[in-house]
């Protein structure tokens, strides 16, 4: 069974900073390009960030780049994704989602059908 999960969210003033974790099981994970996503109450799910199977090859949304980075530790079957100088605007559900993709570009991450998604992590960032 496929499982992938977020952890690392919370509270967090503005300027600040999370580091979100995606953990995945039951697929090889090495094969899996992912991305993480995030929908704020009453707006539609939102791309944020990408990472290619190897990690080599990353894409981030205009809205935060320069703030995130995503990356991965394969050893761990774990997808990270530091969030640095928080905003009110960044807070949302956080979901990580994983599809089958064994290439260095990840630029249509965004509009990828993904294979298997986590259920997400609130991030809240205040004022």
């Known amino acids: 069974q496929v499982q992938l999960v977020e952890s690392g969210g919370g509270l967090v003033q503005a300027g600040g900073s999370l580091r979100l974790s995606c953990a995945a099981s039951?697929?090889?994970?090495?094969?899996?390009?992912i991305g993480w996503f995030r929908q704020a109450p009453g707006n539609e799910r939102e791309f944020v960030a990408a990472?290619?199977?190897?990690?080599?090859?990353?894409y981030y949304a205009d809205s935060v780049k320069g703030r995130f980075t995503i990356s991965r530790d394969n050893a761990k079957n774990t997808v990270y994704l530091q969030m640095n100088s928080l905003k009110p605007e960044d807070t949302a559900v956080y979901y990580c989602?994983?599809?089958?993709?064994?290439?260095?570009?990840?630029?249509?991450?965004?509009?990828?059908?993904?294979?298997?998604w986590g259920q997400g992590t609130q991030v809240t960032v205040s004022s």
């Open positions: 989602a994983a599809r089958n993709y064994y290439s260095n570009y990840v630029v249509s991450a965004p509009n990828w059908k993904y294979d298997y």
């Open positions: 990472i290619n199977w190897s990690g080599g090859g990353t």
């Open positions: 039951g697929l090889p994970f090495s094969n899996y390009a």
